[in-house]
């Protein structure tokens, strides 16, 4: 069964730096591109960083393109999202997820930038 763990959120201040992880089991996790989105109250969920499976190549939204490192380590079934010079647009629920399979949502780490 999919399961996926979001861990790492918390209030920050603007300019501040924080790193997710998303623990995967119940599929290839190697094998997957991954993810991560977000979704900020009263919005819809948006994708903000993806790396694929072998090659490690990565993709990421304008608006955090500079800011976001997204990384994934296959032996510990875990993908990243460092986040730096953090602004308060950026806060909102982030999840990871497969980039190209569906599947059931983890719950989610909360991201709060703010004074």
């Known amino acids: 069964q999919l399961q996926l763990v979001e861990s790492g959120g918390g209030l920050v201040q603007p300019g501040g730096s924080l790193r997710l992880s998303c623990v995967a089991s119940g599929f290839s996790f190697s094998s997957a591109a991954m993810s991560w989105y977000r979704q900020a109250p009263g919005k819809e969920r948006e994708l903000v960083a993806t790396?694929?499976?072998?090659?490690?190549?990565?993709n990421y939204a304008d608006s955090v393109k500079g800011r976001f490192i997204i990384s994934r380590d296959n032996a510990k079934n875990t993908v990243y999202l460092h986040m730096n010079s953090l602004k308060p647009e950026d806060t909102a629920v982030y999840y990871c997820?497969?980039?190209?399979?569906?599947?059931?949502w983890g719950r989610g780490t909360q991201v709060t930038v703010a004074s």
């Open positions: 790396i694929t499976s072998v090659a490690r190549s990565t």
């Open positions: 997820q497969r980039r190209y399979a569906s599947g059931p």
